[in-house]
């Protein structure tokens, strides 16, 4: 029987390589969004992968949620939580507002589903939990105290429910993407993007398949030793 997977923000940008790499690889793929109505159904007509609508930041929906794939795929093996925004400003001039709101959604979102299939896990004694973490996580970013905050909170997290799933026959991991060519990155700043981009040894924006090609390797059945890491895909921006 194929395994079930999730993939939160799973139907544009790297959630969707993710999505589609998966389903390649012939795992049941169930692709979440939270807002994007047009661009699901696109994905979907495109891909044959069905998309699911919830908000990661809302716990009640979560749960529901994972209810809905799980009467219409079967019990869920494999999350990959990868949904995330953006709100950049400078200390100066963020607002509590656009704190809550990257918090509540990029780092509370990957609590809600954990929550949300842990059990499951548990009783089945097999789990792969990939979360998608960020360089800016590991290393800051200017103007982003809200979305590093975050994202270097999903490395902790990742190291902690590491410890609770290893002995269950659960992995959980991160991935820690540079700059992708994604919608996200391109709404960097044009001046901004260029001086990062020339900091990257590669010499390029990273693919989202190239993200996707790690996540594959993460959640096989033969992966079952590597846990608690995380998996730099950088291009060479940021190594420790
Ligand atoms: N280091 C030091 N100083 C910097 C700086 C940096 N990296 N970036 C900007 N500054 C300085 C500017 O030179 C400027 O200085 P002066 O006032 O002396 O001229 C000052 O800070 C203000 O800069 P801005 O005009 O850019 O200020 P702003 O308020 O209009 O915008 C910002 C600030 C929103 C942070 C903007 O610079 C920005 O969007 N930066 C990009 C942030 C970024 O990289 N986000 C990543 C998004 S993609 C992602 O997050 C995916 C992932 O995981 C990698």
Request: aromatic share 8%.
């Amino acid at each position: 029987m194929a395994r079930v997977a999730i993939v939160t923000g799973g139907t544009r940008g790297i959630g969707a390589a993710i999505s589609i790499a998966l389903h390649k690889a012939g795992y049941k793929v169930a692709a979440n969004y939270a807002g994007n109505d047009e661009r699901a159904a696109a994905f979907t007509k495109e891909t044959g992968i069905a998309a699911f609508k919830w908000d990661v930041a809302d716990y009640e929906a979560c749960v529901k949620g994972v209810g809905e794939v799980v009467a219409k795929l079967g019990p869920v093996d494999i999350l990959i939580n990868n949904a995330g925004i953006t709100r950049d400003a400078t200390l100066k001039k963020q607002t509590r507002a656009q704190w809550d709101e990257v918090i509540d959604t990029n780092l509370g979102g990957v609590f809600n589903m954990c929550k949300a299939v842990w059990d499951g896990m548990l009783e089945r004694s097999f789990g792969r939990i990939v979360n998608i973490g960020s360089i800016n996580g590991q290393a800051g970013q200017y103007g982003q105290v809200n979305y590093a905050a975050a994202k270097s909170g999903i490395h902790g997290f990742t190291k902690a429910l590491a410890q609770e799933g290893a002995p269950k026959g659960i992995t959980v991991n991160a991935i820690a993407p540079g700059y992708i060519d994604t919608d996200m990155v391109a709404a960097v700043p044009a001046n901004v993007l260029e001086k990062i981009v020339a900091r990257i040894p590669v010499g390029r924006l990273g693919k989202a398949e190239e993200i996707a090609r790690g996540v594959a390797f993460l959640v096989a059945d033969d992966a079952g030793f590597v846990t608690g890491s995380t998996m730099s895909i950088n291009g060479g921006q940021h190594m420790y």
